[in-house]
């Protein structure tokens, strides 16, 4: 089993940027796909980006395609989402998840799931 803490979250502006993190415990990170989803008022959760293994296979929604870039460091067991060019249709609770199976873009793959931080981007 794996624990998952999301940080980071916050109010900016329009135009500005912000990384989230997200901490692993627990289990070997390494062995985990790792996923960003966003949930917006009213609205379904919906994948961001996702981030094999290795490091090796990035996937975005295209909505956040340039703007947003998924990483990871399996020594500190931390995936990151560094979001740029935020734009008010980005607020949301985003959310990090981990799974062991390899379809990583959709969000009932995922095993294991944060609590969430909260973007709001003002315009």
């Known amino acids: 089993q794996v624990q998952l803490v999301e940080s980071g979250g916050r109010l900016v502006q329009a135009g500005g940027s912000l990384r989230l993190s997200c901490a692993a415990s627990?289990?070997?990170?390494?062995?985990?796909?790792m996923g960003w989803f966003r949930q917006a008022p009213g609205k379904e959760r919906e994948f961001v980006a996702c981030?094999?293994?290795?490091?090796?296979?990035?996937s975005y929604v295209d909505s956040v395609k340039g703007r947003f870039t998924i990483s990871r460091d399996n020594v500190k067991n931390t995936v990151y989402l560094q979001m740029n060019s935020l734009k008010p249709e980005d607020t949301a609770v985003y959310y990090c998840?981990?799974?062991?199976?390899?379809?990583?873009?959709?969000?009932?793959?995922?095993?294991?799931w944060g609590q969430g931080t909260q973007v709001n981007v003002s315009s």
């Open positions: 998840a981990a799974t062991t199976k390899p379809i990583l873009t959709i969000r009932t793959t995922y095993e294991y």
């Open positions: 627990g289990r070997t990170f390494s062995s985990y796909g």
């Open positions: 981030i094999t293994w290795n490091g090796g296979s990035t």
